[in-house]
């Protein structure tokens, strides 16, 4: 297995500014929680790095053998939550294993990843069938169905973004995509105006309220917008430098407890609290060089498949953190998505790493830049 690998190709780079940023993210944890999230962090980052030195020693192309497999596993996990599962704040998500609770609708995202990329992959020659999209619609449609059951809608729709651009890079016809767009621009104006009516069925109430929270900022501030108007105030007070780390000032958003799971869905917030405008452009300096490192590894990839593995991993990372940020700074409804590598979250770091671990993979058996003679 290991001939095909060029070690002196491991970017060690990628993988060490990966940990680096959940390290970070343990630090602005334990500056905005209780001792035990950061604590199990240190225990989600550590199994996330024997995850990803493994998932980067397997070949992705043998993974990919067992897409089928993988598959039904993940609907096995999946149906399994629904019926067993751990709920918290009436939301069954989690398998409890007395000392972890696993989330599979994180391990979801890098399955169906793997998936998603097999079967593009295999039906390269034929992305333009009518046929072979419908089939791949449907087959993404049963995970994302059973995640917004339990309900996730926001994973669901990060599923969504994965299928969306992995169908893009793999050559889709543009007639389809504006198709798309023609249908889809339509459809989300009748949802907001559907969602608006008092009798709507499709979201649960507490998901009405936080859209209208952004459309109708002032009529929600004290009710949804509360959370996020005290998000954007922190990130404004921490001004050009940031209060410092875990500063203990009386009127911080965490001392205050101006905001609930601080350490999860607002750990922007409190990262902009504290280290200011420097510290989050920083962050997120580190995290487009993450994305860029694997763009370039996908840019010489050996084979679509590998490509689109990257492609599935990059879109996890970016859609993530652009919708973290943006429920933080009050752009987008609260939505739960965590920050990647950042947020507490030991299922969300786990699996992170793991998509990282193939994508080092790949960087191991890309196209040679010099010929051997």
């Not at 507490?206 to 009710?223: F, H």
Request: with cysteine; aromatic share 12%.
């Amino acid at each position: 297995m290991f001939r095909n690998y060029d070690f002196r190709r491991y970017d060690f780079l990628l993988a060490l500014l990966v940990i680096g940023v959940a390290i970070f993210g343990i630090i602005a944890i334990s500056s905005a929680s209780e001792d035990e999230f950061y604590k199990r962090q240190i225990l989600g980052l550590l199994l996330g790095i024997i995850a990803m030195v493994v998932m980067s020693l397997i070949d992705y192309k043998l993974i990919g053998k067992f897409y089928w497999v993988i598959y039904f596993v993940n609907i096995g996990l999946l149906l399994y939550v629904l019926a067993f599962g751990h709920t918290v704040n009436n939301a069954t998500r989690w398998i409890n294993l007395e000392f972890i609770n696993i989330q599979p609708s994180e391990f979801s995202k890098i399955f169906m990843t793997i998936f998603i990329a097999v079967y593009l992959h295999k039906n390269k020659d034929r992305i333009n069938n009518f046929i072979v999209l419908i089939g791949l619609g449907v087959l993404v449609a049963i995970p994302t169905f059973l995640i917004s059951q339990q309900p996730d809608l926001s994973t669901s729709l990060v599923l969504m973004f994965i299928l969306v651009m992995m169908i893009f890079v793999a050559g889709i016809n543009y007639k389809y995509i504006l198709i798309a767009l023609g249908l889809l621009i339509p459809a989300v104006i009748t949802l907001f105006w559907y969602v608006e009516q008092p009798d709507q069925r499709l979201l649960e109430d507490y998901q009405v309220r936080r859209i209208m929270s952004i459309r109708y900022p002032e009529d929600y501030l004290l009710e949804e917008g509360w959370q996020q108007f005290n998000s954007i105030s922190a990130i404004g007070s921490g001004q050009l430098h940031g209060k410092g780390i875990a500063s203990g000032e009386v009127t911080s958003v965490n001392n205050a407890n101006y905001l609930s799971e601080p350490q999860t869905d607002f750990i922007f917030a409190i990262i902009g609290e504290e280290l200011g405008f420097i510290g989050t452009s920083l962050l997120l300096i580190v995290l487009l060089t993450i994305l860029l490192k694997c763009i370039l590894i996908a840019k010489d990839a050996t084979d679509m498949y590998g490509v689109l593995i990257v492609v599935g991993v990059v879109s996890i990372i970016l859609f993530q953190t652009f919708v973290n940020v943006g429920v933080a700074t009050a752009l987008l409804p609260n939505t739960g998505i965590p920050l990647p590598f950042v947020s507490y979250g030991i299922s969300s770091l786990v699996s992170t790493m793991m998509g990282i671990g193939i994508i080092l993979n790949i960087s191991m058996q890309r196209k040679s830049l010099f010929k051997r003679g």
